[in-house]
């Protein structure tokens, strides 16, 4: 099956290899304006003037590069502690462009989609689980039995979705899958 893509992810990634490529053209450009028998001399890859000191990202440790435009990992992240109906600069988590975009791309069953993205109902605070960012609600009066789940890498924007339908299966949630798969797996969405 055929993996999907979403198509906010390609200008990124080739900006960032063109940017890394780049940081080796300098280090070549030091090596040979040095005079020979002496080391070339480190220039501030911000073009900041010699001599000046300022702290930058890699000197205060690692940081993780983003494949989603800048802001939109962070923008994600911010929804952590909050509950979906909450806003973040004035949108709810379950109308967020990225959001709509990771369950449009990976649910592929209408009637599944349609139920995450209208159902009104409870919904737990949103939270981090390993590298993930996670949503959970279900449908009001019938949460045991009809609930789901929204689960976003913030970094690459891959959207993995559960969804329990106790009506059609009382001992197995669907999944939907990032890499376009659909499986089933014992227990809800909880």
Known sequence: MPVRRLP???APVLTLALVVAGCG????KAAADAPKGEAPTATAPTGDPPGASATRA??????ETSPLPPTAGSKLASYVGKYPFDKVDGVAWNDHALVKA??????????VR???????????????????IVSW????????????????DPRSGATDVCYFDEAADPDKAR????????????????
């Not at 609600?137 to 976003?152: D, F, L, M, R, T």
């Open 102 to 111: 990771g369950i449009a791309a990976t649910v592929t069953d209408a009637a």
């Open 8 to 10: 906010f992810l390609a």
């Open 25 to 28: 053209a300098k280090a070549d």
């Open 175 to 190: 999944w939907f899958l990032a890499s376009g798969k659909e499986e089933k797996r014992e227990a809800n969405c909880q």
């Open 137 to 152: 609600a279900c449908e009001a009066h019938n949460c045991g039995p009809h609930q789901w789940s929204v689960q976003i």
């Open 58 to 63: 890699s000197d205060t440790g690692p940081s």
């Open 114 to 132: 349609k139920a995450i993205t209208t159902l009104q109902g409870p919904a737990a605070p949103i939270e981090m689980r390993g590298d993930k």
